[in-house]
């Protein structure tokens, strides 16, 4: 065993890395449930994303763009799932599962012809004295972009549900929207809105690891980071900083576990392989102990004519 | 979808319908466990499928199913190829070991070949590539060219033929670079690539400069060309797209000429249930072509190795060796079994940690 061949630095800068997709995708899914809606479909927009994101970056050369491109393909598969659920009423569970289901098999047809492509590289952060710094330079000051996007995302969606009047509306529409409809807000439109989010939010989540993580296409690639994802919404009582915690929490002891691999440790290779996940549905079961619960609604049809 | 893909389709619908006329159609059925898309290991399978097809043209039919998981589905998936006609079925994982066995024993008419596994009946052959003599010649490279001594080593699953590829690759770094330490990781997957890159990432953090893997999509060359002065090699296909940059080399499996064989075999009537390991000599591992990054001694060395495995002159499993807790296993000049290796579940002296079981 080996310990100090782990470089602390290293580790935390590369748990932000593991922690991306997953975060982007779970707040994505947080303001979705919050108004009120399950969609399970977060694998398939997910995998959407990741196969847009990367087929723009590629013929573009921009991966911005191709960003971009992600955050769109993961909003109009999204949509589909909106029109099913929000319109046509149709169940919002098996709608979320079948949107899973269309998004893999539809990501592996747009993806014929681009695997063992290499897509142009993301640029990184770089603030001449900042990057430089000895050892927060590292962690905090030479990431992609995205990483930051994530960090912003959350921010704002904390900042929007806790002090305006938008996060209010939102809220409401989620805890009974019934009353938000008799106060005149229009339910089905909010939620839309709230579905297109977490759509995008999917998408850039994906073509965060087909565009930075891997980065190349491989089909089935996202390998059911979505479901991880729905289910820290819940375990982070649908709480934008506890989902934060969640996600880097998991990507922490994920990439600590192929540490303790790597350097040697006498731990069975099979129990650190399921640490991750041990660990955070611990801490954040521990930690919902409060009475935060599910929004009321959540998962229920609205229908404006009752 | 590509044009040609649409022309295959139109074809194979053609194929169909005037399929009930000529019966003596050979249907040949090819078990996945990745997509072929992989760039790696069912990549090279599905090369040898459509060499089959090239080869014998309207009088075969292949049908394949990709990402099949290792396990029950197995199964039902093999059912399905030979209730719907297959004659001749290729299940091309180490997992599919148990379910080939099994679903054999229901169509004893069917002929089933199970790539890299050791359980063989009356309808099902087995066969493998030597992949440990591409190893060798890998570790040689690997050996030469590390500067920090630390080569990584991304792991599958730990069975016989992943430990095999380890300790051959192993044996040869230390023969030229007594210093050299590999660190080993095992993902527990044969296709994931964000696992597989963060297995790599995670080698290079701890000081690799070398990575050599054993699962089967390009991702760890990805995350090798990422992080800059980090050399791999090609697993399983050339990888050629990353020639400029991390792949130095690689081992190419070359099933084409098997599966036309045993294809031919089966129409001839002459098939029989047959244990098939072949290497470099009778070209089921291909190096592949090594890059100007490699010095040129390095080359001509590694080169050198590999003419000597091919001839059969040097056998990668040469003692003396000793088995990791020091108990001599190969005396001076002894040249390791089959058996042993078709069933090698320890490490050679000098790597550390232990295997999972």
Redesign the interface.
Known sequence: MDLSSINPILLLASLMVAATPLLLAAVGELVVEKAGVLNLGVEGMMITGAICGFAIAVNTGNPLLGVLAAAAGGAVLSLLFALLTQVALANQVASGLGLTLFGLGLSSLIGQGYQGIRPPSFPRLNIPGLSDMPVLGRILFSHDLMVYLGLIIVTAVWFMLKYTRAGLILRAVGENHEAAHALGYKVVRIRIMAILFGGACAGMGGAYISLIRVPQWTEGMTAGIGWIALALVVFASWKPWRVLLGAYLFGGVTVIQLNLQAAGVAIPVEYLAMSPYLITILVLVIMSADKSSAPASLGRVFHASR | ??LS?LLTTAAFALGLATGAMAQDKLKVGFVYVG?V???GWTYEHDKGRQAVEAEFGDKVETVFVE?VPEGPDAERVMTQMALDGAKLIFTTSFGFMDPTINVAAKFPDVKFEHATGYKRADNVSTYSARFYEGRAIQGHIAGKMTESNIV?YIGSYPIPEVIRGINSAFIHARKVNPDVQF????A?TW?????E???A???I???ADVILQHTD???PL??A??AGNIIGFGQASD?S??ADGPRVSSIIDNWAPYYIARVKAVMDGTWTSTDTWDGIGPGMVGIGEITDKVPADVKAEALALKDAIAKGDYHPFTGPLNKQDGSVWLADGEVADDGTLLGMDFYVEGI???I?N
Do not use: R
């Open positions: 979808m590509k893909k997509p898309g992989d760039g990402s990584g660190k080993i990781v095992w527990y296709f994931d690539p964000a696992k890159a963060d297995a990432k995670v080698l953090e701890q000081g999509s390009t991702a990805a995350a060309a990422e990888m797209e990353y550390e940690g232990t999972p």
